[in-house]
């Protein structure tokens, strides 16, 4: 199970096609909506779990992961180290960039601090208009001087303020695929956007650019429900699709990065550029996904107020 749309449709050429040939007899069902928390709890609660596998965010079941989750079983899956049981396997990785529009520019930014730099880079920037893990917060920290690693707890006041500065200069998009065209069409020179909306504007031939000091990495997880009906073949699948041989087919044909760290990707792949491989950035941050949990309707209140400033 996972969201729909073009990334579970390459989820199926990756992974489910092939290990359906591998193993013929298991059918695998696909299903839409795993990141419905709503859902996905009600499911364990009540007792009556339909699925057996899903693909989720870092922001659910990190705290208490006993609570959701089946643990797998690391004889048949590929465990990351230090972690007894596991609950949660990465499985992919994408990430918050800045990115530009190489024409609408006489020069190329190199940071977040030149983001906010509105009278050397004139013009507007685009902004993913949500509160949560879109990397709003870290930009104007990071551009602030924050370091990455003392990013969290996110000084959410500090963020807002630094976007006082440049808050006439915004264009605010409802969908992160809406900030990437803003910044394809020239209307705003600079925005924060997801690498894998920059790869789709790329392929229509827009003069996007994208910086990956500044990288927020953010994780998918498969995920066993706690009460699934179906644990062995869970385990099977799950292993098949994290493994170091095979956990780089996605990123082959869809832009995101493998979450294992030992899977190798096509480098002449037409996503390869567009890739949040972790060596591409001196500068970067992972998405503490805890703490946005923990504190969202906090920021969603605080940006709101702000935005009505």
């Not at 920037?125 to 920290?141: C, D, K, P, S, Y």
């Not at 969202?296 to 209140?301: A, G, K, L």
């Amino acid at each position: 199970m996972s969201n729909g749309g073009a990334l579970q449709d390459a989820q199926d050429t990756a992974y489910l096609v092939p290990f359906m040939e591998e193993f013929p007899g298991i059918a695998v069902v696909q299903d839409t909506g795993s990141t419905d928390y709503a859902k996905f709890t009600a499911q364990i609660e009540s007792g009556n779990v339909d699925w057996d596998l899903a693909d989720i965010g870092s922001d659910f079941g990190g705290q208490d992961p006993a609570r959701y989750f089946e643990p797998f079983d690391c004889d048949v899956v590929e465990c990351p180290e230090g972690e007894n049981p596991v609950y949660r396997i990465p499985t992919h990785a994408y990430a918050s960039i800045l990115g530009y529009n190489e024409g609408a520019l006489s020069e190329a930014p190199s940071s977040w601090a030149d983001f906010f730099d509105t009278e050397k880079f004139p013009g507007k920037r685009a902004m993913f208009q949500l509160a949560g893990a879109t990397g709003i917060f870290e930009a104007a920290l990071l551009a602030d001087g924050v370091a990455p690693e003392d990013l969290y707890p996110i000084d959410y006041e500090r963020a807002l303020a630094k976007y006082d500065t440049i808050k006439d200069d915004i264009i605010w998009a409802t969908s992160p695929t809406d900030t990437a065209r803003l910044v394809a069409d020239g209307e705003a020179v600079m925005g924060n956007l997801f690498s894998s909306q920059a790869f789709a504007m790329a392929q229509n031939d827009t003069p996007i650019e994208v910086i990956w000091d500044g990288m927020g990495l953010g994780f998918d997880y498969l995920v066993i429900p706690k009460g699934a009906k179906n644990v062995d073949n869970a385990n099977l699948l799950a292993g098949f699709i994290t493994s170091a041989e095979n956990n780089g087919r996605l990123s082959e044909i869809y832009p995101v990065a493998p979450g294992n760290p030992a899977a190798a990707v096509d480098e002449s792949a037409e996503t390869y550029p567009f890739l949040p491989l972790p060596d591409r950035a001196e500068l970067s941050y992972t998405f503490d996904g805890n703490w946005y949990s923990e504190n969202q309707q906090q920021i969603v209140d605080a940006f709101q107020a702000w935005l009505q400033q």
